[in-house]
Antibody
Framework: QMQLVQSGAEVKKTGSSVKVSCKASGYTFTYRYLHWVRQAPGQALEWMGWITPFNGNTNYAQKFQDRVTITRDRSMSTAYMELSSLRSEDTAMYYC?????????????????WGQGTLVTVSS | QSVLTQPPSVSAAPGQKVTISCSGSSSNIGNNYVSWYQQLPGTAPKLLIYENNKRPSGIPDRFSGSKSGTSATLGITGLQTGDEADYYCGTWDSSLSVWVFGGGTKLTVL
């Protein structure tokens, strides 16, 4: 059974960086794209970007383009999301999620499963 | 302001049926598959529907999805108190080159 397990909660200072991990199990790591989605308290879900575990290719939402870096370690079946220049508005739950694709050349068609989430709190 | 528009809340009695709408445009819903997610309080989202109307293994047929033009609908029949949650629609936006979610709909089972 495909499962994603994320690292624990983080408390960070304004202007610093945070790196969240997402460890995959129950399937071949390179077979599923991994996406990152965040949710500020009481707010809707917000997509951040994805990584292709096979070759490390990434695609980021323009909003986060300058601050986010998604990487992976194939030997550890783990993906990472690093967000820099943190500000208070980045306080949120961060999720990784595996993606469905109708065909390999098209966009994702759904996300399943999801990691349990990692709460990142940014304060001065 | 979300690209996809959902009603903030819906409610219905146990055993009844409810529908949740998701309105978009030709650059997102109109030309891409829609998926739906259930988020119970304090938990991660869970996929209910993908590719407009397909259910992942383990999702009961009380949950259904449909799409017409630039709108999509999630239907839930035989409502249970355990269905109380936030529900989100999502799809790819080809113009923005991003995945977009709706603002979420809070379901109350009275």
């Amino acid at each position: 059974q495909m499962q994603l397990v994320q690292s624990g909660a983080e408390v960070k200072k304004t202007g610093s960086s945070v790196k969240v991990s997402c460890k995959a199990s129950g399937y071949t790591f390179t077979y599923r794209y991994l996406h990152w989605v965040r949710q500020a308290p009481g707010q809707a879900l917000e997509w951040m970007g994805w990584i292709t575990p096979f070759n490390g290719n990434t695609n980021y939402a323009q909003k986060f383009q300058d601050r986010v870096t998604i990487t992976r370690d194939r030997s550890m079946s783990t993906a990472y999301m690093e967000l820099s220049s943190l500000r208070s508005e980045d306080t949120a739950m961060y999720y990784c999620a595996g993606a469905y694709y109708y065909d390999s050349s098209g966009p994702p068609t759904g996300f399943d499963p999801w990691g349990q989430g990692t709460l990142v709190t940014v304060s001065s | 302001q979300s690209v996809l528009t959902q009603p903030p809340s819906v409610s219905a009695a146990p055993g009844q049926k409810v529908t949740i709408s998701c309105s978009g445009s030709s650059s997102n819903i109109g030309n891409n598959y829609v998926s739906w997610y259930q988020q119970l309080p304090g938990t991660a989202p869970k996929l209910l529907i993908y590719e407009n109307n397909k259910r992942p293994s383990g999702i009961p047929d009380r949950f259904s999805g449909s799409k017409s033009g630039t709108s999509a609908t999630l239907g839930i029949t035989g409502l249970q108190t355990g269905d109380e949650a936030d529900y989100y629609c999502g799809t790819w936006d080809s113009s923005l080159s991003v995945w977009v979610f709706g603002g979420g709909t809070k379901l109350t089972v009275l």
